[in-house]
């Protein structure tokens, strides 16, 4: 059985910082593209970021600039480090993987297995 589990969120103050990691148990992530997205109350899931297997990586134009995703194959693990957090960025953050996904997608029904999420909040 498949499953990714999120962790490392948390309440912090705007301009703090929060790294995310989503660990996979019962498949490898290595050739998967794994994507983070996040969801605010009463609004749709949105793409954050996507790292591909082969090293390419995309993000949303929010979070240029300020978030960098990562991934150690060794740990079967993906990471989201997020700096310079603001108000808007409180949301519950989830990581995706799309097994041997060749393209970086951005819209959820690009993926295939999900984890359970990990509140973020970012008071001003």
């Known amino acids: 059985q498949v499953q990714l589990v999120e962790s490392g969120g948390g309440l912090v103050q705007a301009g703090d910082s929060l790294r995310l990691s989503c660990a996979a148990s019962?498949?490898?992530?290595?050739?998967?593209?794994v994507g983070w997205f996040r969801q605010a109350p009463g609004k749709e899931r949105d793409f954050v970021a996507v790292?591909?297997?082969?090293?390419?990586?995309n993000y949303a134009d929010s979070v240029k600039g300020r978030f960098t995703v990562s991934r150690d194959n060794a740990k079967n693990t993906v990471y989201l480090q997020m700096n310079s957090l603001k108000p808007e960025d409180t949301a519950v953050y989830y990581c995706?993987?799309?097994?041997?996904?060749?393209?970086?997608?951005?819209?959820?029904?690009?993926?295939?297995?999900w984890g359970q999420g990990t509140q973020v909040t970012v008071s001003s």
């Open positions: 995706a993987a799309n097994p041997f996904g060749s393209v970086l997608q951005t819209t959820p029904q690009g993926y295939k297995y």
């Open positions: 790292t591909s297997w082969h090293g390419s990586i």
């Open positions: 019962g498949r490898t992530f290595s050739r998967d593209i």
